[in-house]
């Protein structure tokens, strides 16, 4: 799983014309993605100051049952959760624990749903606030801002998720959202295909690495997970402690994600986990 989110130059144009959906199929996906959105908000909304990360995730294992699914990330061996939970300079694959949610923390809780026998993924980024601590501080304003820039790259990217363009044209609006606003890409984790699989091909970098025409081609039918991972700081990411899954940023600046599914249709991109907020 691990690898399977790593960069790597070798894949990025490789099996391109892999992994094309039915309509059928994509039909199960989308609503496999919706009843994930609706899964992903109430599990938003469920994460307050006070709340254990080890509760949300119990949460999310019994709304997964409710909805005719299995969780993704439990198809992962070796990971027995049904979320990722990230707290501020955690960047990715943060394990579920007894960790209680504090006010202005940064949470970011990634899931994916299999329904039917394919899945969809979805990720989020939110900020702890309690319901009577609503006073803007600067700090608290600059996080806003920080999540608000995530989550423009991230609708940029889906907008170019079309026939006709490629992984690259994906890839360089994002980083420019991204950078022009004073951030740092995460560039050793990237988007992926999904469906079949929970990660497939092609990779789907949030940043570009040469030309545009070097990166694949977008077909309709296929399925990926736009993901744009980016820090306040510094890029670079390292384990954060011994779980051996949660991935930070090195010089513990804090780290946001935000995800959608897509499907490439003859028209518009199709976003098969829309709902989240």
Known sequence: ?????????????????????????????????????????????????????????????????AAG??????TVKGYSHATCLCL???????????????????????????????????????????????????VQKDKEQFLKIGEEALWKGIREARVGNRIGNISKVIQETIEGAGYSIVKTLVGHGVGRELHEAPQVPNFLK?????????????????????AVGGGD??????????????????SAECEHTIAITAGEPLVLTGGAT
């Open 237 to 254: 990411i390292v384990y954060s402690n011994t779980d051996g899954w949660t991935l930070a940023t090195k010089d513990r600046s804090l």
């Open 1 to 65: 799983w691990r690898r399977s989110f790593i960069f790597e130059p070798a894949r990025a144009t490789f099996f391109q014309h892999m992994n094309i959906k039915t309509k059928e199929e994509i039909a199960i996906m989308k609503e496999g993605g919706s009843r994930l959105a609706s899964i992903l908000q109430e599990l938003l909304d469920l994460s307050q100051p006070g709340v254990t990360l080890l509760s949300i995730d119990t949460r999310a294992d019994e709304l997964i049952a």
């Open 88 to 138: 501020n300079d955690e960047v990715v694959h943060g394990v579920p624990n007894e960790r209680v949610l504090k006010e202005g923390d940064l949470l970011t809780i990634d899931i994916g749903l299999v329904y039917q026998g394919l899945h969809t993924d979805t990720a989020w980024t939110k900020i702890m606030q309690s319901a009577e601590n609503k006073e803007q501080s600067e």
């Open 210 to 230: 040469g030309d545009i025409g070097s990166t694949s081609e977008l077909e309709e039918g296929m399925t990926i997970a736009i993901e744009p991972i980016y």
């Open 69 to 74: 699914g299995f969780p993704s990330f439990k």
